[in-house]
């Protein structure tokens, strides 16, 4: 069974900052990739930052500059360090690990969500 627990959400004003953490745990091999993802109220579910094991990254053109994801491979765990936040930053936000070898299987996982709210 693959877990992936996030923390670091809350409510933070315009031009704050926060750090987002994923760590996955279980009877992992290896992962792909990992990436966040972010669903506000009334809208569809979006990429917002996604890395490789290899370190290759990809973001949303919405958070280039002001979003950085960061991975430790030993520890299976993914980081998003969120600046410079705007309302419209405000969702809950999915750490996603795709490509996880568990045995024989390959699969992808999510996790709960956690609140961001950027509000003065």
């Known amino acids: 069974q693959v877990q992936l627990v996030e923390s670091g959400g809350g409510l933070v004003q315009p031009g704050g900052s926060l750090r987002l953490s994923c760590a996955a745990s279980?009877?992992?091999?290896?992962?792909?990739?990992m990436g966040w993802y972010r669903q506000a109220p009334g809208k569809q579910r979006e990429l917002v930052a996604a890395?490789?094991?290899?370190?290759?990254?990809n973001y949303a053109d919405s958070v280039k500059g002001r979003f950085t994801i960061s991975r430790d491979n030993a520890k299976n765990t993914v980081y998003l360090q969120m600046n410079s936040l705007k309302p419209e930053d405000t969702a809950v936000y999915y750490c996603n690990a795709d490509g996880v070898v568990v045995v024989t299987t390959v699969m992808s996982y999510w996790g709960q969500g956690t609140q961001v709210t950027v509000s003065s």
């Open positions: 279980g009877s992992i091999f290896s992962i792909y990739a």
């Open positions: 890395i490789t094991s290899g370190g290759s990254t």
